[in-house]
């Protein structure tokens, strides 16, 4: 009796949680997240980037065992062969539970056929093997990268004192404060604002070193500087039509364009990433 009780309470808590989904359908979307054993394959856990490095891997050696099997060349393929197994086998191996992933069957007839010198069934069997690398990219190649290769801003420190994100809200402040004493006719405190922003700027561009140590980036650059000059002269002197252009150039210059390659990233990442549990669902 008991266990009839506690099944038809199951099928209720189903049929809420799927009533839950289909009633916010258009706002909710599935996604499949990566196993977090993938972390100590990634920087900062690893000091490479060796999953990554292992998938670059795998496909030079697609190409190479196409290539060989094309141009049937025994010696090259069975060589290609070898290490194509080698570096499939490691994805088990560094993630255990993607095992089922695999298509081991498919290997080992790729195997097979390549010590038969089977040039034909090699590619069958290449064709078959590049469908089942592409299933778990389907899934989880997009997420993995945003997951694991987002740069991560939560820890940059702009001073002791002042985090990153705290930085932003000075930079957009001092930016909105330019724009509206300048169209209020207030130009010393204009001017007192674009001298508050390229000193935000220029800490700002301290920071950049702490993740691109070889690729240095000159924040603000030699354009942004001009751009900060030709403002200056503007709100001194310029029209408002003036003005406006220039601080518009200077906001897509020293703002956007960093935000097209870091921001959307990161903000993807946040909503996306987090820890999407059974409370968050409820509460929604
Ligand atoms: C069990 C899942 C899985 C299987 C199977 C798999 N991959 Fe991947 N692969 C991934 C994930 C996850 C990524 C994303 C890694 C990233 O961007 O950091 C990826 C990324 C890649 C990339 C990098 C793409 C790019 O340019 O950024 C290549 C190339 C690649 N895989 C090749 C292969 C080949 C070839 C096979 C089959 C022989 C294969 N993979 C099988 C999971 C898999
Ligand atoms: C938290 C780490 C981090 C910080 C801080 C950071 N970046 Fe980046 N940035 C990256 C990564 C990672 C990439 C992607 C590089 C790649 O994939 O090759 C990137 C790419 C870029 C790119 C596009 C690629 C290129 O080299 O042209 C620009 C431009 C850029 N960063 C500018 C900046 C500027 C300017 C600053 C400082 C104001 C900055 N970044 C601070 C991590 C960071
Ligand atoms: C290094 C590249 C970079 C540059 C240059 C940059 N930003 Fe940002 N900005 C970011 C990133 C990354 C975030 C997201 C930070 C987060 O949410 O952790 C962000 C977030 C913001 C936010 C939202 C802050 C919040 O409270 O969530 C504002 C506002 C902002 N930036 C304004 C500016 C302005 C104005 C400028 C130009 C003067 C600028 N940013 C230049 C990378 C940059």
């Known amino acids: ?3 009839r009780y506690f099944i038809i309470l199951q099928a209720i808590i189903l049929l809420l949680a799927v ?3 289909y009633k916010h359908q258009d706002k909710v979307t599935l996604v499949k997240t990566p196993p977090t054993e993938l972390a100590q394959w990634y920087k900062p856990e690893n000091k490479r980037q060796v999953w990554l490095h292992n998938m670059f ?12 099997a094309q141009n049937k060349d025994a010696e090259h393929l069975q060589k290609w062969v070898v290490q194509l197994n080698q570096h499939y086998v490691k994805i088990s191996d560094m993630v ?5 992933k695999l298509s081991l069957e498919t290997m080992s007839e790729l195997i097979k056929a390549s010590e ?10 290449h064709k078959v093997m590049q469908k089942s690398c592409d299933s778990c990219h389907d899934d989880y190649q997009a997420i993995t990268a945003l997951t694991y290769r987002t740069p991560d801003f939560s820890n940059i420190q702009i001073t002791h ?11 957009t402040r001092q930016v909105n404060q330019i724009k509206i004493s300048a169209q209020d006719g207030n130009k010393p405190l204009a001017l007192a604002s674009l001298a508050d922003l390229t000193d935000s700027m220029e800490s700002l561009g301290g ?4 993740c691109h140590k070889k690729d240095r980036q000159a924040y603000p650059s030699e354009v942004m500087k001009k751009t900060l000059q030709s403002l200056q002269v503007s709100l001194e002197s310029g029209t408002a039509k003036q003005q406006g252009r220039d601080l518009g150039t200077l906001a897509v210059l020293a703002c956007a364009r ?5 921001r959307i990233a990161v903000g993807a990442k946040q909503k996306i990433v987090k820890d999407v549990g059974f409370s968050d669902l409820i509460k929604h």
């Open 258 to 262: 960093c935000h097209g390659t870091h």
């Open 161 to 171: 004192e002042i985090s990153f994100v705290e930085h932003m809200d000075t930079l």
């Open 96 to 100: 255990p539970v993607w095992q089922n």
């Open 207 to 210: 920071s950049c070193v702490d």
């Open 57 to 68: 891997k795998l496909r030079r050696e697609m190409q190479a065992v196409e290539f060989y």
């Open 1 to 3: 009796m008991r266990w």
């Open 19 to 21: 009533g839950l989904v």
């Open 116 to 125: 038969e010198n089977d040039f034909s069934s090699v590619l069958v069997q």
